[in-house]
């Protein structure tokens, strides 16, 4: 018998929960937690949430991002990731999260999904050390 | 070179080097155990890509999932850590390839590990390549001179073929692959032995015994001991092959050893249960036999049009109490151009190479052997096969009739005669020497105890005194009727000699 994956669970409760709301949406959870109890998925209960929310930001058409400095970044610049983003995944909506990480000696770094456009110092100085060693 | 020097050299380096921003793809490491690594994310990586971990480790990708992407991490797993960024290189493993990698060992990823220093060069080769393709290749026609006369009379091999070496533990399969190496010397072939899941004491041996022939000049070692994990002894046959292709594309001909597949059919068993594939006979994967064939399919032997070159193969197969039915052995007999079966019964009854001749075949046969060598073991075969059925009725001698004797008495002396010491293998001229003293029946009235100690003596005196004989073998692989009646009376003369 094949396994469910966290995927087809997530992707189940989204489905089952589409146009309901109130005492019906109450039930679908409530069964969709037995489902994940009896297949003794507990354990996997944050990765289920989590690929639930990207389905929902999928059908939504929403990107999260998570952008990382070294220094607390000012809105001139917030601004403009945000457009670039939208343009670059072609959504409307976009939900940021800024951090700020002194490790990373300078620059910024954007991840989004499993891509990340890498523009910090520190991965500039693991390149330059790279080029040289190959060079 | 100044200090000026090195600096302006550095300057100029970091001007040159050029950092675009882009979008990378990245995962994260959510497992990692027995050298396996469970990755999410790397949505559109491809199945065999390569992978690297922060540490500078590097792995494999074999098992694209739903969720997940299953990885075999070549190198030190103990350094990678949940969460760990993983990113995705674009490439499909490669190893690096050289002239330099001769008389060399290397790992299963093509890095030097005899601390003779690194090896510089630019040009790598994909460990997995699709098998040249029917209209490249040429009809297996040269010989490969092992220098072991069981096998060049009996089981001859040719380049490019696939001749699988098989017997129980300890019944001398790799001593046959080494005595094959010590007599390429000359041949003009390079050789490349691929040590998998053996000890290092004992690969240090047999590095030290090719060191000794002089085989190393042109041998390349490349070994996946029994400390490394699963991972680089599942690649390393393949960094074998690649290697052995580097030169075959240089339209050389290359002889690689892979010692052992058996070892290498368990460390993939290991690789594919810990990703969770599903098991199947032996607990094996359902793949194992593409495993070997595909490796496998990658020796041949290549037409001139498209760069000629060969690659010979001689696998090893270890049997469990010399059963050939199991699942492994019987796929890779299936895949191979016929096998030299080793028994243990005849290594301890002193038959050394204890090669059975009636259940080992080579399926190129003569194609692979020069016409001396075709004429004199012509019916060497039949007549062991013959012997071994009358060796039976031995016991009842008294009661045999004249023909079947001296047909027992032949069997015993072409046994004798067909084992040979370690580490000395046989020059071919000397081998139709031999042989044709046996099948001509000089050697019928000599003791059984002494054919060993009159064939060392036959082929002294017979290098010494019968230069047209074997200048004809050597130079036109045949012997003219001269030749014939020059060794003829040399061989009487010596039978005098050494009857006194």
Not at chain 2, 237 to 262: C, H, N, R, W
Request: net charge neutral.
């Amino acid at each position: 018998m094949a396994t469910i994956s966290v995927n087809n669970i997530a992707s189940a409760i989204y489905e089952s929960s589409q146009g309901k709301d109130g005492a019906e949406l109450d039930i679908v959870m409530k069964k969709a937690v037995n489902l994940i109890s009896k297949k003794h998925l507990m354990s996997k209960s944050k990765e289920i949430l989590n690929q639930l929310e990207r389905i929902i930001d999928k059908k939504d058409g929403v990107v999260r991002a998570k952008i990382s400095s070294r220094i607390k970044i000012d809105k001139k610049i917030t601004d403009e990731i945000e457009d670039f983003i939208k343009k670059r995944y072609q959504v409307k909506h976009t939900v940021l999260e800024f951090t700020v990480d002194e490790k990373l000696l300078g620059g910024m770094r954007i991840e989004i999904g499993d891509e990340i456009i890498d523009m910090t110092t520190r991965n500039k100085i693991k390149k330059l050390q790279n080029y040289l060693i190959t060079n | 070179m100044t200090k000026n020097y090195i600096v302006e050299n550095l300057k100029k380096q970091i001007t040159n080097f050029k950092d675009d921003a882009k979008a990378e793809k990245v995962g994260h490491v959510i497992e990692v155990f027995d050298g396996i690594a469970k990755i999410s994310g790397l949505s559109d990586i491809k199945a065999s890509e390569m992978v690297s971990f922060p540490n500078g480790e590097i792995g494999v990708t074999l098992n694209l999932e739903e969720d997940s992407i299953g990885v075999i991490i070549l190198g030190d797993f103990s350094k990678i850590h949940e969460g760990d960024e993983v990113h995705a290189t674009d490439q499909i493993l490669s190893v690096p390839v050289a002239d330099a990698q001769i008389g060399r060992v290397l790992n299963a990823l093509g890095a030097p590990i005899d601390g003779k220093g690194a090896i510089k060069t630019d040009k790598s080769n994909p460990i997995e390549k699709v098998a040249p393709g029917v209209i490249t290749r040429q009809s297996v026609s040269q010989a490969v001179q092992t220098g072991i006369k069981a096998i060049d009379a009996l089981i001859p091999i040719g380049r490019g073929q696939r001749e699988l070496i098989i017997g129980d533990r300890q019944t001398g399969k790799t001593a046959i692959a080494i005595d094959t190496i010590l007599n390429q010397k000359g041949q003009d072939m390079i050789c490349v032995y691929v040590s998998i899941g053996q000890k290092d004491s004992k690969l240090r041996k047999i590095q030290t015994r090719l060191e000794e022939g002089g085989a190393m000049d042109y041998t390349i070692i490349v070994s996946a001991g029994s400390s490394e994990s699963a991972a680089l002894a599942y690649i390393a046959p393949y960094t074998g092959v690649s290697i052995a292709e580097y030169f075959m594309d240089q339209g050389k001909d290359v002889l690689i050893i892979y010692d052992d597949l058996s070892k290498h059919a368990v460390a993939y068993r290991e690789i594919s249960l810990l990703l969770r594939r599903p098991p199947g006979r032996e607990a094996f994967p359902g793949d194992v036999f593409y495993l070997h064939s595909r490796l496998l399919e990658r020796a041949c032997r290549r037409n001139k049009e498209y760069g000629g070159g060969s690659i010979t193969a001689l696998p090893i197969i270890e049997t469990q109490s010399g059963d050939l039915s199991a699942y492994i052995p019987t796929n890779v007999i299936s895949i191979t151009d016929g096998q030299i079966f080793l028994e243990t019964d005849l290594f301890y009854k002193g038959i050394r190479p204890a090669v059975n001749v009636g259940f080992s075949v080579s399926r190129v046969g003569s194609s692979a052997q020069i016409k001396a060598m075709k004429k004199v073991s012509g019916t060497l075969k039949l007549d062991l096969a013959q012997f071994r059925e009358l060796e039976a009725f031995s016991q009842f001698g008294s009661d045999l009739d004249e023909s079947t004797k001296n047909q027992l008495e032949r069997g015993k002396r072409a046994v004798e005669m067909l084992k040979q010491p370690q580490y000395a293998p046989m020059a071919t001229e000397d081998q139709v020497v031999v042989l044709y003293a046996l099948t001509k029946g000089f050697m019928d009235d000599v003791a059984v105890d002494k054919i060993k100690l009159f064939e060392k003596g036959l082929i002294e005196y017979t290098q010494k005194n019968s230069k047209v004989f074997y200048r004809e073998v050597m130079e036109t692989k045949m012997w003219t009727d001269a030749g014939e009646q020059e060794l003829v009376k040399v061989i009487g003369e010596y039978k005098n000699s050494f009857a006194k």
